[in-house]
């Protein structure tokens, strides 16, 4: 039996898809969704991995929230690590904007509500 701290604890490891690979309708239809959106924005004003899934403050639950997270994973745009019992994220904004140029912050911008 494998020991838990070997094979990354009691859940897989997220999979991540490289920006660079990532058709431009995926990454806008992941960015359309208000949700996804507003988890984007928050990732945008925090420093890199120090938010965890659970302290977004949206109106979906557990089960909603890691499909949202699952689709900015599969557009580029968000990448997680687990974190002793916690999930972290980071945004994938060089990435993403090498892949995108000007998309994210078009989307980040503070005088458009979405």
């Known amino acids: 039996m494998a020991n838990p701290t070997e094979s990354g604890g009691h859940r897989a490891a997220p999979v991540h898809t490289e920006p660079g690979q990532v058709p431009l309708l995926t990454a806008l ?3 359309a969704d208000p ?3 507003e988890l984007v924005r928050a990732l945008a004003g925090s420093e890199e991995w120090t938010r965890s ?3 977004f403050d949206v109106p979906v639950g557990k089960a909603a929230l890691s499909h949202h997270f699952s689709v900015l994973r599969g557009a580029g745009l968000v990448e997680q690590r687990d974190q002793g019992p916690k999930r972290v994220n980071r945004l994938r904004r060089e ?3 090498a892949r995108f140029p000007g998309l994210l912050a078009l989307v980040l911008r ?3 509500p979405g």
């Open 29 to 31: 239809s992941a960015l």
């Open 35 to 37: 949700v996804r959106l």
């Open 53 to 55: 899934c659970g302290s």
């Open 95 to 97: 990435e993403f904007e």
């Open 110 to 112: 503070a005088d458009d």
